[in-house]
Every structure is written in structure tokens, then in C-alpha cells.
């Protein structure tokens, strides 16, 4: 049984390792050593989960098994997606587990969490950037009902990926 939690600012590092190591799992293959650097230090550093974790916006949960962190998710509200108009959505912007927890449910159990969230919170989307060749991902996220509406480039260190846009409306 996994247990998730409001992440606190004294899970700033606890957080920015977990992030670093989950973003690792998925993208280090696809990625040079440099530019994953770049970007792990920009979005993992302890400064910048401290940062994240203030805004009012922004609120990270964390998922257990046991004692053990082995993932997360970030959610912020209120942020327009550029992809279709209307004010009344939420944004998942993070969502991941350790490699050793794939295909134990363990996002399974986030995603319902996020949209848990966003129905007590009374938005109408829930939306999120993929990049397009994380097939993994993909099939995750169209098995709970998202649709593509949209695309964008996204940026680790130097090489720039096509994300798609993806929604679910609540």
C-alpha cells in the first residue's frame, strides 16, 4: 500500500534527489551526460525545490512505500496552457516513480491522486506536456483518458524536445 503526503519545505532535498534520480531513470538514455547535468542542477538543485515549494501555486506530493520515497508528483494551479483557452484548469507538471516501481500501480495511484486534487479543487482540466517519444508515457496517460490537443518544444541543456500537449477533462 502506498502512502502520499504534502511535500513541506523540509523535503527540499528529499525532493530535488527524487527528482533528480526519477528524471534520470526516464531520460538519461536520451540525453548526453552534459545536458542532463545542466538540466538536473537547474531543476533539482535544493534552492530551487525550496523555491518551488513557497509558491502558493505549486504544491508537490510525495509517495511512500513504507519509509521509502519512490515518487512524486507536482501539480500547479491555475496555469493557462497555451494549447486551448479557458482559466479553470490545473497543471500536472510532474509526474514519476523509480524505475524499480514501474508497473507496481505506483502511478496508477498518482494519477488518481492528481485528479482527486483537481476535483476537490473544482477545476475542470487536468493538463500536462509529454514529450512525444516517451511511448511509455504516452500509453500511460491516453489509458486514463487524455487527449492530445496541442504540442511545444521543451528544453534539457542544450537539446530541445517536441512535447505534446495533453488533457483530461474532470
Known amino acids: 500500500m502506498y502512502l502520499i503526503r504534502k511535500a513541506t519545505l523540509?523535503?527540499?532535498?528529499?525532493?530535488?534527489?527524487?527528482?533528480?534520480?526519477?528524471?534520470t531513470d526516464a531520460y538519461a538514455a536520451n540525453n548526453t551526460k552534459e545536458?542532463?547535468?545542466?538540466?538536473?542542477?537547474?531543476?533539482?538543485?535544493?534552492?530551487?525545490?525550496?523555491s518551488e515549494l513557497k509558491n502558493p501555486h505549486t504544491t508537490y506530493y510525495l509517495c511512500f512505500d513504507g519509509d521509502l520515497a519512490m515518487g512524486?508528483?507536482?501539480?500547479?494551479?491555475?496555469e493557462a496552457c497555451e494549447a486551448f483557452e479557458g482559466d479553470n484548469a490545473i497543471e500536472l507538471q510532474?509526474?514519476?516513480?523509480?524505475?524499480?516501481?514501474?508497473?507496481?500501480?505506483?502511478g496508477n495511484v498518482l494519477m488518481q491522486f492528481a485528479l482527486e486534487q483537481s476535483i476537490q479543487n473544482a477545476f475542470e482540466y487536468l493538463w500536462l506536456g509529454v514529450w512525444k517519444e516517451n511511448y511509455r508515457a504516452l500509453a500511460f496517460y491516453q489509458a486514463w483518458g487524455f487527449e492530445t490537443i496541442g504540442e511545444r518544444s521543451f528544453k534539457v541543456g542544450?537539446?530541445?524536445?517536441?512535447?505534446?500537449y495533453l488533457r483530461k477533462k474532470i
Open 10 to 23: 523540509n523535503d527540499a532535498v528529499l525532493l530535488g534527489n527524487l527528482g533528480a534520480q526519477t528524471f
Open 35 to 50: 545536458d542532463l547535468e545542466v538540466y538536473l542542477n537547474k531543476s533539482f538543485s535544493a534552492a530551487q525545490m525550496e
Open 72 to 78: 512524486y508528483l507536482k501539480l500547479n494551479l491555475h
Open 94 to 106: 510532474r509526474i514519476y516513480v523509480t524505475k524499480e516501481y514501474y508497473r507496481k500501480k505506483a
Open 158 to 164: 542544450s537539446k530541445i524536445y517536441e512535447d505534446f
